[in-house]
């Protein structure tokens, strides 16, 4: 299956673990030294106290996404003991394009 980003970045992102829901993807990471997709990334969690402020954004792994569907990305994420979810900060994400 073949698809863009346009259209990727219009489906819901959500865990299969518990079962949340990420929001949409806002970025997509690739390796520019052998042309292969890295990940992707959608916005960070957002809280009652940062709800305006965008300081971090959630990357997923090529290796977590576990099917892109119709409607959703189904992502496996957390499953592990790692109890940290990978966030990067957008500060050093736009240095490093």
Same mark, same amino acid.
């Given at each position: 299956m073949d698809t863009s980003f346009l259209e990727l970045r219009?489906?819901?992102v !959500?865990?299969?673990v518990d079962g949340r829901r990420l929001g949409?993807? &806002?970025d997509v990471v690739f390796n520019l030294e052998n042309g292969c997709l890295q990940g !992707? !990334? &959608?916005p960070g969690?957002?809280?009652f106290w940062n709800v305006f402020k965008s300081g971090t954004e959630?990357?997923?792994s090529l290796s977590q996404i576990v099917k892109v569907g119709e409607?959703? !990305?189904l992502v496996e994420l957390f499953a592990s003991s790692n109890p940290n979810p990978p966030y990067i900060s957008t500060a050093s994400h736009k240095k490093e394009k």
């Open positions: 219009c489906k819901e !959500v865990n299969v949409h993807i &806002v !992707v !990334v &959608v969690e957002k809280s959630l990357f997923i409607d959703a !990305v």
